[in-house]
């Protein structure tokens, strides 16, 4: 038994399909750092690397426009575009702090402040939570009449819908094949994967009017 779920470990691992969705999440959302970075470095106030002998201060202000034109563009957007960046970002970065939690309980048994749930003897699967969460933020946006905390609920339902969706698997199968081929890891990765991809979209299009605010007012 012990042998079979080493090499279904092993299995998902290496598959090219989560492999290839891996770093597609990776290089996109390295992509419009980087791109949005060399994009200010080359119109902002920052000599370019090949006018000055101070490469890092460069590269500093470089990062501090970027920054600035970050927050620019998020500010100048509406309440919806903020919310769903929000929300997208919220479930990344959820989805990624769940998997390498729940790896390092499995091997350690804890995680910093984080370890299994048990309640008598039942295990509480993060999906509980998760789906908690999402209610709750869903049902607040549904039930006030004040759109201005729609961005902040959707944070919470970002992170509740992350839970959830990592633990796909076992509420369609109604057993425990988290760590098993039948835990459909690559599905979840594709959902990350294209979770980044529309965060990317709607992050460059917020860094563009960011840009127009920061550099175009300040030339």
């Given amino acids: 038994m012990a042998l079979r779920r080493r090499s279904a470990r092993r299995g998902l691992v290496s598959d090219p399909l989560t492999r ?3 770093a597609a999440a990776v290089l996109t959302t390295g992509g419009v750092v980087g791109g949005e970075l060399a994009r200010v470095w080359r ?25 600035e034109v970050a927050v620019e563009g998020y500010r100048g957007g509406t309440l919806r575009e903020n919310a769903l960046l929000n929300l997208l970002v919220s479930f990344n970065v959820a989805w990624l702090v769940v998997r390498v939690s729940t790896h390092t309980i499995r091997r350690r048994g ?18 509980v939570p998760g789906i908690a969460l999402a209610l709750l933020a869903g049902g607040g946006a549904i039930v ?76």
């Fill in 20 to 22: 290839m969705l891996a």
């Fill in 43 to 67: 119109r902002g106030d920052a000599p370019l690397p090949s006018e000055t002998s101070d490469v890092v201060a460069a590269a500093g202000t470089a990062t501090r426009q970027t920054v």
């Fill in 110 to 127: 804890t995680f910093g402040p984080f370890r299994n749930a048990i309640f008598g003897r039942t295990h509480i699967h993060h999906f």
């Fill in 144 to 219: 006030s009449r004040n759109e201005a905390i729609e961005p902040f609920l959707a944070v919470p339902f970002g992170i509740g819908a992350a839970l959830t969706l990592d633990e796909s698997a076992l509420l369609l199968r109604l057993d425990d094949v988290y760590w098993t081929e039948e835990g459909i890891l690559s599905v979840q990765i594709s959902l990350a994967s294209l979770a980044l991809v529309s965060a990317t979209a709607l992050a460059t299009r917020v860094l563009r009017r960011g840009e127009r605010q920061v550099l175009e007012s300040a030339s």
